[in-house]
């Protein structure tokens, strides 16, 4: 059993900076890809970003060129930076993983993030 623990959330005003840490319990090389998904107040869940095992990233059209994510095999943790931020960037901020092997990835327990204008 995987266990992801995000942190980093909180209250920023629009044009502000964030970045989200989710520590996991496993080695990241033990991983298909990492990745952090975003659900706002009725919404349906988003992806945001992903990683590959070998370090390739892949955004979402409303976030390229103002988040980045990336990964530290040292620390067992990976990491989404957001710059720019918006309103509509608001909502609860999850990362997962899917180990190889397995079919379900795992996923954190959420951290909020509020943008205010």
């Known amino acids: 059993q995987v266990q992801l623990v995000e942190s980093g959330g909180g209250l920023v005003q629009a044009g502000g900076a964030l970045r989200l840490s989710c520590a996991v319990s496993?080695?990241?090389?033990?991983?298909?890809?990492m990745g952090w998904h975003r659900q706002a107040p009725g919404k349906q869940r988003e992806l945001v970003a992903t990683?590959?095992?070998?370090?390739?990233?892949n955004y979402a059209d409303s976030v390229k060129g103002r988040f980045t994510i990336s990964r530290d095999s040292a620390k067992n943790t990976m990491y989404l930076q957001m710059n720019s931020l918006k309103p509509e960037d608001t909502a609860v901020y999850y990362c997962?993983?899917?180990?190889?092997?397995?079919?379900?990835?795992?996923w954190g327990q959420g951290t909020q993030v509020t943008v205010s204008s």
């Open positions: 997962h993983v899917l180990v190889r092997g397995e079919m379900k990835p795992y």
């Open positions: 496993e080695s990241i090389f033990s991983f298909i890809f």
């Open positions: 990683i590959t095992s070998s370090g390739v990233p």
